[in-house]
């Protein structure tokens, strides 16, 4: 983490003043861009990661998939690159102070990252205000790139600035409300979820694809805490509940526990069955034997899958593996896909950054092919707008991977 | 809530409760010895539940690998804490004799350090150990399947409750812990080494939260703040059984452990507020413990 | 030095501070600064209590919240108004502090310790638990910054708002002087030195240190107050228990029982989890070096950093 150079502020300011002054001095005109034979400047990349807590694995993943994009792209429009990471640590301060570093020391391009909702709500002013670019690779609370005043008490709201290469909970929440209420023709589902702003988004972005075709909630929602520590009394809740058809969100660490627990208490051959928001069965998770056990059978939705059979997720899934000698994770294509997304808008500007306005016109008209399918963003909200797939694990030759049963082209989020 | 729920979740509180036993009875045992408050207690369990973690799974530690048995971590990582107890006891605690409010908090020093080495050792990730080979089965409670491991650990701390209670009472070692925690001038007057004393119960106390880890860690896993939190639990038990009894210990944890759990269940909004409602009225109303006169 | 002297040291000292922003070479070091005053401010409150009045609290984070809470509360929901958001974490603060004070300033020592951690430890379950107001675990986000009323000032620039932050605490640092040196002042020492004996003086020690609690209740919520502006947003961390221990580091690490010593303490602290959490080796571990100089501290520097720099170490005691 934050692996860079310390450089001597003393002698930078005396280096930027004598800058200044040879700036002034030197003959104006002749129109040559003083810069056409120098090297050309570094762009910075501020990641702003999870290293440590439960959204930990998250966190490598992206790490590495930016790593990785950064190897294979050394370049961004002759730009070299750099990126610098942050530890957020599920903790608002930390990430908060890291994002004040980026903007104000490092003087970043752009910054990217960020997995908890709360922490992207928390630090969405701090980008509006410095105007900084920042292009979220996963949190995905709904109200990050929705209108102010849609509901009393938003707790964020869209800015020029933000940009999500993620998804937001209703594009994978909703969707599958539908398809398990008509496909599926399920009449009663019983929910639970990590009691945060994106555990109860999840639910009721759920609740209000399965209710429009029919379904019903039954009995109480069960809530744990995001984290925790054990997970027996709350399975043993969901028990208790006869509707058998029960839907979660969890993920990153409290997924792998759920699932582990679900394993242990024998929720499967007493009959109940797992449908989620597809962090619960992501291979992260199913790295664990016990988890991936839980989760054969198990239908969740999201916006990837790692049989996904197009040639650019071929060519991803493959590099990655090569390069870290195991299976990448949906996070891991989200932070690729915001690498791409900002290379895709650099290339644009031929390699021309430094007009804010410009860079956010280029990166609205991003166009590309990723590993998860057709990739853009939605102009007005600037949440990207992607393809949905319906997945169900499956064991592939002791490998336990989710396999693609259903899709729903080109998923939008309804805020304006 | 049904009476099998019911049954259930009381199992789990038990079981929670088995744990803070054990803990609380470490972070007691120093308190009523050295009228030290031990706030590096959580850090000690941290401690000994990575330590556990890296013998069990014999896994690679930034600073160390091994690969034994759970039931000999259960041996070796008590007496691995017990020579941490003793050297913060000897070497950070003992200057200061006398002192207990800068001996309190100069155990916040060695908790932020500990703290941070385990991190370091470790990392920030959350990490999780199945229940060792053997008690990883379910057995059925209620027409279901319970884990085997939960009821191992109540056994465990109720076994280790009736020890403790046999060495206090029957052994010289005992009396000399009773005469301790009544009144310390008086051993050292009858010519008792106070200072080797307070450095053997500090290490029994690490010793005890050594043990609360490994026996823990199968149930809560590890990750940064858990020091935290079972601190704060531990203090919560030893208040309200008590400070400085091991019958406060056991009356405690074993209040604090289902409360904690139903509370979760049925009202998860306020029963952390209330629990620690609780342990304020005992501090200010009966000092000495709930059910102490 | 004449009083004189003493006088323009400390106008050309606090020029200097609040026109920091204007010649600081660093745009990131405006904000760090902020960060070390409004720990500042919040470390000197609890110093009231610990180097004082020799009550040593674990729960002082209670306040800070409080005043956090309530100032993006207030500010949300009521108006950003500087005269309205800042007075209402600051009362909120207060009341807070009396109720828990009334309490807590019965007990002493570990008692005292355990009590007001029990509170504040009480109050974080609340921030955790109360979503409709505090937003539960999530914490509330959009604070707005406070208004001053004057029109072209915008606190959103850190330029500004660093001059904001260093005004309340230029101010608060001379109301904590004014009361450690006023009679009060001097009876709470009394009441730190030899409780008994100035009970016997006729002195209502009890309330002494009642009143001293509300004070640094109200100037830690202050601190809170500026916190949750200059962060914009409020979470259950500001009411966590490590609040406090860090608050109690700053305390003794710079020396209790100055009202420089705590500000020192705030920029150690600071300056290493700023700047050296970013140095390879040895940086990662900036805790563990933090830890090491509070055991230290604690066993050989009863006053601190501070009293190392007025004069030597202070060995510990034989009984």
Redesign the interface.
Known sequence: MGKRTHRLSRRKFLLASGAALAAACAPTGGGASPSATATPKTIKIGEILPFSGVYSDLGNSMRNAANLYKKLNPTMAGRPVQLLFEDEANDATKAKAAATKFIEQDQVDVVMGIVPTPIAYALRDVFHNAQMIYIGTNAGGDWLTRAAGSIANQPASKSPYVFRAAFSSWQISEPIGEYLASKKALKEVQLSYANYGFGQESAKDFTEGFKKLGGAIKGDDVKPALGTADFVPFVQQIKNNPTKATYHFYSGADAQKFLTTWDQLGMKAAGYVLYGAGFLTEQDVLENAAAAKAAEGAITSLHWAVTLDNPENKAFVDAYQKEYTKLPDVFAVQAWDGMRAFDEAVKKLNGDTSDKQKLIRALEDVKFNSPRGAFEFDKDTHNVIHDMYIRQVVNQGGKYVNQIIDKVGRVTDPGK | MSVEQFVLQALNGLAIGSLLFILAAGLSLVFGMMDVANLAHGAFYMLGGYLAYTIVRGSTSACFRASIDFWIALLVVPLVMAVVGFVVAGALLRPLRGKHLEQVLLTIGVAIVLADLVRACWGGEVLSLPAPRGLDASVTVVGQPYPLYRVFLIAFGIALAIALWLVQERTKLGALIRAGVADTEMLAALGVDTERLFAFTFAAGAALAGLAGVVGTPILGLAPGIDDTVLILSLVVVVIGGMGTLSGAIVGAFIVGPANTFGALLVPEFALAFIFMVMAAVLLFRPAGLLRR | MSSLGRILLGVAFVALLLSFARWS???????VVIQMLISGLFAMSLDLLVGYAGL?SLGHAAFFGVGAYAFALVAKHVSPSVAVALPGAALAAAIAALVIGV?SV??S???F???T???A??LH??A????PVT????????VPRPDVGVSGVNL?L?SNFYVFVAVVFVVGALALRAVVNSRFGLALAGVRENERRMRALGYDTTRLKLVAFVVAGTFAGIAGALQASF???V?P??V???TS?TA??MV?VGGAGTLAGPVLGAIVVVSL??FL????LVG??W??L???L??LT??FARHGLIGIVRGGLSW?RS?
């Open positions: 070479p660093e745009r990131f070091w405006v904000s040593a309490f019965r007990a020592g570990i008692f310790l355990m009590l951690l029990a509170f430890q009480m379950a609340l955790f638990g109360w979503i937003g539960g675990s999530d914490g509330l986000s959009s959103f850190t962060d914009q947003f979470s961390g500001d966590f228990v490590t221990v109690l580091v003794l989890r700023t959490a970013d140095q390879p990662a571990r805790e563990t933090l830890g090491a509070f055991v604690v066993l510990p009984p």
